[in-house]
Each structure stands twice: as structure tokens, then as C-alpha cells.
């Protein structure tokens, strides 16, 4: 069983990432984020490829869910045509970067 940490990426807590929280933390809670073995991003958030470019950059393999549940949870509209579209794009970038992503 692997136990995932979620947001890793998309909340700026990998080197060189935008938001500048990584910069903000002791070198303790660096070395432990740089070890993470299994993170967990949503599509909802990286569907940008800025993110799954620095995932590729790190080499680290993530678990890339559907993104629904943010989604949902966002109060995002959903209309059929639009979920059918964005499962397409999710679908997509998942067989584009197949080597860098969890299934």
C-alpha cells in the first residue's frame, strides 16, 4: 500500500516552483518534501503543462486523478458536453505522459 501526498506540485511545494513556498520552508521540511516517493496531483489543477513538465523535470511518476472530486468540491459548473470534453483532455494528457504518470 502506498500512502500519497496530495498537491505536491500545483501548491508550489517542489523546488523551483512559482509560489515561493518552498523557499519558506526549514531545510528539514525540504529534504522531507524532496523525499516524497508517492504524490497525487488532480487534473482539475495541473491540466497546465508547466506542472507535468516539472514532474518530467524531477523524473518522479505521479498519480494523476480525474479531478471530479475538486471539481465538485469547487462548486465547478458542469454541463455534459463539458465533462465529456474535459475527460477527453484528461485522457489525453494521460496517454501523452503515460511514463511520468500512476494509473
Excluded: W
Amino acid at each position: 500500500m502506498h500512502i500519497y501526498l496530495a498537491a505536491i506540485y500545483t501548491n508550489g511545494y517542489r523546488a523551483g516552483g512559482n509560489s515561493g513556498r518552498y523557499q519558506n520552508l526549514t531545510d528539514n521540511e525540504k529534504r522531507l518534501v524532496d523525499a516524497v516517493p508517492h504524490i497525487l496531483e488532480s487534473y482539475h489543477y495541473v491540466g497546465k503543462q508547466k506542472f507535468v513538465d516539472a514532474m518530467r523535470e524531477d523524473k518522479v511518476r505521479v498519480f494523476l486523478d480525474s479531478g471530479a472530486f475538486s471539481a465538485y468540491t469547487l462548486k465547478v459548473g458542469c454541463r455534459i458536453l463539458r465533462v465529456h470534453q474535459t475527460q477527453s483532455r484528461y485522457h489525453t494528457c494521460r496517454r501523452r505522459n503515460r511514463n511520468g504518470i500512476r494509473t
